[in-house]
Every structure is written in C-alpha cells, then in structure tokens.
C-alpha cells in the first residue's frame, strides 16, 4: 500500500492561513498574555487576558479557521490524521495557539468522547459549547496511590445507589481542571469487583465540575510552576452523585473508551512537539548569527554548525515517524496503529527537549530565563514524557509488537 504524507491542495491553503495568523497575531501577544498571571487572582483570567483570548478565538472562528482537529467527522474540515498532523505542528510554536483554533487539550480528547460515544443529551449539554469554544473540560485518571502508568490500578469508587453512582476517591494531575471555564469531567472509574476481568473493571462516567462534594485540593506543580489559570489538579471526590444515564456506555467499558481516546491525543501533543522544536531551532539560528562573542558570531564557535544541522536531521526524523504514525491511524486499524503512535510519543518529546536544551545552551543566561520561551517550552516538554503514558510503558508495547514477529507465546 502505498504510503502518501501529502495535503490537498485547499488544505494546504487553509494551513497557510493558519499559520500567518499565528505568526503575525497570536506571537506577538504570547508574553503580554502570560505575563498578566499572577497580577491578580491567579485562577482567574484578568480583563486583559480574556480581551487577547476570545478576540482571538473570535477572530479564528470568523474566518473559519476552527476545529481542525474533526479529522473524519462531518463536523470539521475531514483532514486525514496526515493533514492535521501539519496543522498541529503550526499550533505547537507557541503554547497559547491551539486554543485560539479550538483544538487544545484535554478538549480535543474529551470532544471525541462525546462524539463517539456520548448520549443526544450530553452532546447537547457538553460536546455543543466545547465545540464553539464556550467551556473547558478536563480528564481524570491518574491517582495519586496507584501506578496509574498501569491502568488498571485505577481504584476510584464508583458505586451503584438508585438512580445515582456515588463517586469517592481522588485524582490528580486533572489538567486543564483549575480554569474557572472547566465546567465537565471525563473521570475513569472502578466499578467492577476483582472477579471480572482485569480490562472490565473499570468505567467512564461524565461529571458537572460543580456538582457537590467535589473538592480541589490543590494545583500540582511542573519544576515549581502551577501552569495557572489552567493548572492540573490534585481533586477529592467524596460521596459525590452522579445520574446514572451518565455513565458512557455502560458499566466495564472505561478501557475501549479510553483506547479511542488517547491514540488520537497522543499523537496530537507529538504533533505540537515538532512544532515547538522547529521554533527553538529558529530562535537558536538567530541568536548564533546575531550575537557574537570572542570576535565573532556565535555560529563560528565550538561545534554550533554541528549543533544546528544535528537539529534539523533530528526534526526531520521525528516528523516523518510522526507523519507515518498518522498514516497508520488513518488506515483504520487501531491495534496496528498503535505501536507506531508509542513510537513518536517516545521520540517527538525526547527529540524537542534536546532541540530546545541546545537552544538555551545558545542564548546562555537568558536561555533559562523568562526572557525567551526556551525555559517553559522545556519543562512542558519534560512533562510531556509522562503524560498519556510513560516513556518505559510505550517503549515495553513497541518491544512487545517487535518480538510477537518471533514467536507465539504471550509477551
């Protein structure tokens, strides 16, 4: 079968758009925009904040450049996972361009859901306002006393009681659930016994942020930083009801969702990944050929034309493992999709810290700083070898994909 990476002609139009708009109007406001956290409530967005961000958002949904991120659904603009893959890439240059196109996490991800999977009420209620960009979501799963790497640890208590489930346990790194805007939860839940089977135990239940007994405890820090107002989130559940009707599916199939959930979120952050690379490069090129030092441009020192062209090739490559990922996933098969998806979310993150690492090294102090977005491109990146799964988890499914080449027995 032949393998094809390339747009549609009114795509690659549509991208261009994309990505002036980012270049010309979302950069330039970037640090005025982060630098409004903290002059006020740090969990709450400043009058200037949310001047920059709607009319931005209001700009990008004028012209239609919005939820781009609809690969194969009549609601977007049917790219192929290929397609978007270029578009992600745009977003990723800058942290706050995949809100301003409506196509940021953990909203994509929780979108999805409730389009495949949702009840005509909760698309109604949910998926409608989410995708016009008018509420946040957030998606729990991770707990602060499992290994949540493997999830079928997952042990908050979700019990039958009428016409309710009783929630009671808690979560953490709940991102995106600290924005005053995240109005619903997607929360993975235990509800069967040790006796069912190890993959039908658990359960994906949709929860109004506001309902009571729901309690924040606290936003988890990255390397110091609260990521406010979106923060992550360490939440208390305790006896909080929930109607039935909304549990996904029904009870034992919290691992198909979250299967059709996270292949697509997964790739989507590698994506911005390459995006937020090829910016650390082009901050690296300018500052090598601007500033000089011991006589001379920064590029003529050391091994710097060795570091940039190692750069490139290393961007190069991760773009095509993450294109060919992509195509993987278009052609339908999720199970043979999915070794090519723990394949870039290994790479894509390992590959843009040491771009960006190099890139600092170029700016010196000031690479560290918050005076270049170097630093916080770092550490999200950093995180991002934990999110959606870590390094050694998705290494182990590529190895075992590798070896069931070689032999039958159960790996």
Same mark, same amino acid.
């Given at each position: 079968?032949?393998?094809?990476?390339?747009?549609?002609?009114?795509?690659?139009?549509?991208?261009e758009?994309?990505?002036?708009?980012?270049?010309?109007?979302?950069?330039?406001?970037?640090?005025?925009?982060?630098?409004?956290?903290?002059?006020?409530?740090?969990?709450?967005?400043?009058?200037?904040?949310?001047?920059?961000?709607?009319?931005?958002?209001?700009?990008?949904?004028?012209?239609?450049?919005?939820?781009?991120?609809?690969?194969?659904?009549?609601?977007?603009?049917g790219?192929?996972?290929?397609?978007?893959?270029?578009?992600?890439?745009?977003m990723?240059?800058t942290?706050?361009?995949?809100?301003?196109?409506?196509?940021?996490?953990?909203?994509?991800?929780?979108?999805?859901?409730?389009?495949?999977?949702?009840?005509?009420?909760?698309?109604?209620?949910?998926?409608?306002?989410?995708?016009?960009?008018?509420?946040?979501?957030?998606?729990?799963?991770?707990?602060?006393?499992?290994?949540?790497?493997?999830?079928?640890?997952?042990?908050?208590?979700?019990?039958?009681?009428?016409?309710?489930?009783?929630?009671?346990?808690?979560?953490?790194?709940?991102?995106?659930?600290? %924005?005053?805007?995240?109005?619903?939860?997607?929360?993975?839940? +235990?509800?069967?016994?040790? %006796?069912?089977?190890?993959?039908?135990?658990?359960?994906?239940?949709?929860v %109004?942020?506001?309902?009571?007994?729901?309690?924040?405890?606290?936003?988890?820090?990255?390397?110091?930083?609260?990521?406010?107002?979106?923060?992550h989130?360490?939440?208390?559940?305790?006896?909080?009801?929930?109607?039935?009707?909304?549990?996904?599916?029904?009870?034992?199939?919290?691992?198909?969702?979250?299967?059709?959930?996270l292949?697509?979120?997964?790739?989507?952050?590698?994506?911005?990944?390459?995006?937020?690379?090829?910016?650390?490069?082009?901050?690296?090129?300018?500052?090598?050929?601007?500033?000089?030092?011991?006589?001379?441009?920064?590029?003529?020192?050391?091994?710097?034309? %060795?570091?940039?062209?190692?750069?490139?090739?290393?961007?190069?490559?991760?773009?095509?493992?993450?294109?060919?990922?992509?195509?993987?996933?278009?052609?339908?098969?999720?199970?043979?999709?999915?070794?090519?998806?723990?394949?870039?979310?290994?790479?894509?993150?390992?590959?843009?810290?040491?771009?960006?690492?190099?890139?600092?090294?170029?700016?010196?102090? +000031?690479?560290?700083?918050?005076?270049?977005?170097?630093?916080?491109?770092?550490?999200? +990146?950093?995180?991002?070898?934990?999110?959606?799964g870590?390094?050694?988890?998705?290494?182990?499914?590529?190895?075992?994909?590798?070896?069931?080449r070689?032999? +039958?027995?159960?790996?």
């Amino acid at each position: 079968m032949d393998m094809n990476f390339r747009m549609r002609p009114e795509n690659r139009a549509l991208l261009e758009r994309v990505a002036q708009m980012i270049r010309d109007e979302v950069m330039p406001l970037e640090a005025e925009y982060h630098a409004e956290v903290g002059t006020g409530d740090r969990w709450a967005y400043t009058a200037r904040q949310s001047e920059i961000l709607e009319g931005l958002k209001a700009k990008a949904k004028a012209e239609g450049l919005w939820n781009f991120w609809l690969t194969d659904s009549e609601r977007g603009f049917g790219l192929s996972t290929v397609e978007y893959a270029y578009f992600a890439e745009e977003m990723g240059k800058t942290p706050l361009a995949a809100e301003v196109f409506n196509c940021s996490a953990p909203d994509t991800g929780n979108m999805e859901v409730f389009e495949r999977y949702g009840t005509p009420e909760m698309k109604e209620r949910w998926l409608a306002r989410l995708l016009e960009g008018e509420i946040r979501s957030a998606y729990l799963m991770t707990e602060p006393d499992v290994a949540s790497s493997d999830a079928t640890n997952i042990a908050m208590s979700c019990v039958r009681d009428g016409d309710d489930y009783v929630l009671n346990g808690e979560k953490y790194w709940a991102s995106g659930a600290g %924005d005053p805007r995240c109005a619903v939860y997607i929360v993975m839940v +235990q509800t069967g016994d040790d %006796d069912a089977p190890k993959h039908q135990r658990h359960s994906m239940i949709v929860v %109004d942020a506001k309902t009571p007994g729901i309690e924040i405890l606290r936003p988890m820090l990255v390397f110091g930083h609260d990521d406010a107002p979106h923060g992550h989130m360490h939440i208390r559940f305790t006896d909080v009801r929930v109607p039935a009707k909304d549990l996904l599916l029904g009870e034992g199939r919290g691992f198909e969702i979250a299967q059709g959930r996270l292949g697509p979120g997964r790739i989507h952050h590698c994506m911005r990944s390459v995006g937020q690379a090829e910016a650390a490069l082009e901050l690296m090129c300018r500052r090598s050929l601007q500033k000089e030092a011991f006589g001379k441009p920064l590029v003529h020192l050391g091994a710097n034309f %060795d570091i940039i062209a190692e750069a490139r090739m290393e961007i190069e490559m991760a773009r095509m493992l993450c294109l060919k990922a992509a195509w993987m996933m278009d052609q339908g098969d999720a199970r043979a999709a999915a070794p090519w998806i723990s394949q870039i979310k290994v790479v894509a993150p390992r590959m843009a810290l040491k771009v960006i690492d190099e890139a600092m090294q170029m700016h010196g102090g +000031q690479g560290i700083s918050q005076d270049t977005p170097l630093a916080m491109a770092w550490t999200w +990146q950093r995180a991002l070898r934990f999110a959606d799964g870590p390094d050694a988890v998705h290494r182990r499914q590529v190895a075992r994909a590798e070896l069931r080449r070689y032999t +039958q027995q159960k790996i």
